[in-house]
């Protein structure tokens, strides 16, 4: 089941978390080419750095993995600590995930929502389950590229 909007609502709740914890610079990594993908990453503002090439082997072949940055909080001279989002008030997380609802509307009423559990499934899985067909038609439906 595909949702539109839900990776990126995903990405920008991660990455107003990471801020409250005091991180200045997220990545991101796809596999490519996955247009999707890298699309997502530019329209959130993400910079492509570069492209390892033959990195990680996916549906029966070696894949190039691009990486992407972009700057989430000035860089002050003498930063915090990173905060560990434990230390985060429940009131600050809740208040990120009501402001992204109304981008997903209706479809979404009732259910119940990971902060970032979409974001970690695809970064976390993508290279690691490469070689399991079932995984790989799952991922792939439409054939991988």
């Known amino acids: 089941m595909h949702l ?7 990405v920008r709740r991660l990455i107003d978390i ?3 914890q005091g991180i200045r610079t997220v990545y991101g990594c796809v596999t490519v080419p996955n247009e999707k993908s890298e699309g997502l990453h530019q329209a959130l503002g993400f910079r492509r750095l570069g492209t390892y090439r033959s990195t990680g082997y996916k549906c029966g072949a070696w894949r190039d993995v691009a990486w992407f940055e972009k700057p989430i909080a000035p860089y002050d001279q003498n930063p915090e600590p990173i905060r560990p989002v434990g230390d985060i008030p ?7 995930l009501k402001r992204y609802e109304a981008e997903q509307p209706e479809r979404d009423a009732g259910k119940e929502r990971s902060l970032s559990a979409p974001l970690f499934l695809t970064m976390g899985t993508q290279l690691a389950h ?10 792939c439906p439409t054939g991988c590229r």
């Open 4 to 10: 539109p909007g839900a990776g990126k609502a995903a």
């Open 130 to 139: 490469g070689d399991d067909p079932a995984w790989c038609q799952a991922a």
């Open 90 to 96: 429940a009131e600050a997380l809740a208040a990120i």
């Open 18 to 20: 990471l801020r409250l």
